[in-house]
């Protein structure tokens, strides 16, 4: 099976992001857990019933397409900063 078998985008499944073909696992999902949060590729396939080739086909498709997907990292953590400033202003 190929990066391509693996990965897939859907207009209205996870916001159209990249995903796991057969899960609501998005490929940003996959980097944050393993890039930023340190799980080894082992950890995060028994966590999510997932094959080591998924989670290998994700980083594979993250390295191939960094730029797109760290620029929707970014969007992501920006609008959840803003919402928890929202969320913790005081309403007069």
């Known amino acids: 099976m190929s ?3 693996r990965i897939e985008q859907t207009d209205g499944i ?3 992001k990249p995903r796991i073909v057969g899960h609501r ?7 944050v857990w393993h890039e930023r ?3 080894s590729v082992d950890q995060i396939a028994s966590e999510y019933d997932l094959s080591l080739a998924d989670v290998y086909a994700a980083l594979a498709y993250y390295f191939a397409h ?6 929707s990292l970014k969007k992501s953590r920006a609008f959840i900063v803003a919402s928890a400033a929202v969320r913790h202003t005081p309403v007069e």
Do not use: A, N, P, S
């Open 3 to 5: 990066l391509d078998q």
């Open 66 to 71: 960094r730029e797109e997907i760290d620029r």
């Open 37 to 39: 949060l340190g799980w």
């Open 25 to 31: 696992i998005t490929v940003q999902d996959v980097v």
């Open 14 to 16: 996870c916001g159209g």
